[in-house]
């Protein structure tokens, strides 16, 4: 088995809010989780803590049971862990505001038998199959919401973890069950990448290359490698900034089974 991870903040001036773990526990198989802290807009947010707490809190208990839980599906595990999270806030935060700190999860967990996965928002989870196809698993929900209703705040405020808008890990253990689960036999999958959208922006924004071409530059160049080819994309003086910042918080991990 080969795990390869990096994870770059988008400016030396904010903190990285990303997280992203891999392990290979004792009871045997894998374990991925990345997790994308989501940048609220200027102002309160009802949390005395920030995002990168929240991410740090949140991805060590999804790891801590992911491997330590065999008997958990995913999405029970992710129940859970927002449930423990929200807790440790303490009574100092406002968990009802709807900019309560909040992040994307990827997560996959295998066995001999395995491979299982979950996904909630815009982060992507990728798996290839042995003879080389990669299909990608993503929660497309985000990308259905008409591009106007984001540029505010107030009216991205509403479509925020509500229906017909989009969901993300908050305070609610509730929203586990909008995540995108599934169940893969293990001898269909040969490997396995989750990219947060900072650095799948390689295939989805700039179009450098398909999920396959991805994969390939993970297998052969390692995460660091897809994030520097990002780097560069997004350094290009030719090209219109990718979505509403020109470097994001980039992380990846690739794993071969």
């Excluded at 107030?154 to 609610?172: H, I, M, P, S, V």
């Excluded at 995540?179 to 989805?204: E, I, Y």
Aim: proline share 7%; with cysteine; charged share 25%.
């Amino acid at each position: 088995m080969r795990i390869d991870l990096a994870s770059v903040a988008g400016s030396p001036e904010r903190p990285n809010e990303d997280w992203v773990s891999a392990a290979i526990p004792a009871l045997g198989g894998g374990v991925v989780v990345l997790l994308d802290g989501v940048t609220p807009p200027r102002g309160d947010d009802g949390c005395v803590h920030g995002v990168p707490w929240f991410t740090a809190r949140l991805g060590g208990r999804l790891a801590e049971l992911s491997g330590s839980r065999p008997d958990m599906p995913l999405d029970r595990i992710l129940a859970e862990a927002i449930g423990s999270t929200a807790a440790a806030h303490g009574g100092g935060c406002d968990l009802s505001h709807v900019r309560t700190p909040q992040a994307t999860v990827v997560m996959a967990r295998w066995d001999e038998t395995h491979v299982e996965h979950l996904v909630l928002s815009d982060s992507v989870l990728l798996l290839q199959a042995p003879g080389g196809r990669v299909t990608a698993v993503v929660d497309d929900r985000l990308d259905r919401v008409p591009p106007a209703a984001l540029r505010s705040a107030a009216t991205a405020d509403a479509l925020r973890n509500a229906e017909g808008g989009f969901f993300t890990a908050a305070a609610d253990p509730a929203v586990a069950a909008r995540a995108v689960t599934g169940r893969t036999p293990r001898g269909q999958v040969r490997a396995v990448a989750a990219l947060t959208d900072g650095a799948s922006r390689w295939t989805d924004t700039f179009r450098e290359g398909d999920w396959a071409d991805c994969m390939a530059v993970l297998r052969k160049e390692g995460a660091e490698g897809l994030i520097g080819r990002v780097r560069a994309a997004e350094s290009d003086p030719g090209r219109p900034p990718a979505r509403h910042k020109r470097h994001d918080d980039a992380s990846a991990v690739y794993a071969e089974l």
